[in-house]
């Protein structure tokens, strides 16, 4: 859907495009070219509103210059273009708008309901990436640098050569594709944060504790949540520390405790299946197995 503007021809030329796609994502594209003699280096926009359903993940990119806005829920002033972003969750958006006029300005935004974000990305990875973003909170508004190889992806979603459906679904693939590098973005930057020696005793921590857990493991989830950080960057901190995933290096631990269990003590396997979290015995002889060549009941014979 294409959207007019209500500006004097002589102040320059300006409109926009307004593509809805499933799950609610909708892309708006702006493209804004001023004559700076009338309009001055700033051009007033005005004032933008508008309600949402449900919270609400929005984004807005810039590039060629900048957009400032004057916000009223929460009051704030925030200005964003090239390599600022800026991102917001709420229901309710309300504010003044103020473009800069020396150079032709390309705004591209992205809206997306949070549960549609859940759906599409996991709820895991929508929580630790809204509170990555500092916007956990409804309302909530940020500025981040982000890189501009990302940001060209979310400036890319609406492709002029495209009509009817395929537009649509070219633009809904470019907004997961900005979403799992935002993911991603996230991810490195948890691992990178973390100073080596931290690194290194947050990993032997969780490796002692799951090694030592009785009964069945947590899920990788489960195990990220307990510790703040996302699961893939969990598995990521293990491969670095070990050459193992988690589960991997977990398992051949706890099946080393296991064998040294079995080689000098009489406690019946069955037993020693339940302590390392196997239903059945036969589960655990099957896994002591592939992990030694050989069967439990071999060291004892």
Not at 227 to 249: D, K, V
Request: proline share 4%; charged share 20%.
């Amino acid at each position: 859907m294409n959207v007019a503007f209500d500006v004097p021809k002589d102040y320059g030329h300006m409109d926009g495009v307004v593509l809805p796609t499933t799950h609610d994502i909708v892309i708006f594209r702006g493209t804004h070219q001023f004559n700076q003699d009338i309009t001055g280096p700033d051009f007033q926009f005005g004032n933008v509103k508008g309600l949402f359903e449900q919270d609400t993940f929005m984004v807005s990119t810039a590039i060629g210059g900048w957009a400032r806005q004057e916000e009223k829920f929460p009051q704030c002033t925030i200005t964003f273009g090239d390599r600022l972003t800026y991102f917001r969750n709420a229901r309710e958006y309300d504010f003044e708008s103020t473009l800069q006029a020396s150079a032709n300005l390309c705004v591209v935004s992205l809206s997306i309901p949070i549960n549609s974000m859940a759906l599409l990305i996991g709820e895991e990875s929508t929580k630790n990436l809204l509170r990555f973003l500092n916007v956990s909170a409804d309302p909530s508004i940020a500025v981040h640098e982000i890189p501009m190889r990302i940001t060209q992806i979310l400036q890319s979603a609406v492709n002029p050569r495209l009509t009817g459906s395929m537009k649509r679904l070219y633009c809904q693939s470019k907004s997961l594709e900005y979403l799992c590098e935002l993911v991603e973005l996230m991810e490195k930057s948890e691992a990178q944060t973390l100073h080596v020696e931290e690194k290194n005793s947050i990993i032997q921590d969780i490796h002692n504790d799951l090694v030592n857990h009785p009964g069945r493991l947590p899920t990788l989830t489960e195990i990220a949540q307990n510790y703040g950080m996302s699961a893939r960057s969990l598995n990521t901190l293990f491969t670095q520390e070990f050459g193992l995933t988690i589960n991997q290096c977990i398992t051949r631990s706890r099946m080393e405790k296991a064998h040294e269990l079995i080689q000098n003590s009489d406690i019946a396997l069955k037993l020693i299946a339940d302590k390392f979290g196997y239903s059945h015995v036969n589960h655990f002889i099957t896994a002591f197995k592939r992990e030694f060549g050989y069967t439990p009941g071999s060291l004892r014979k």
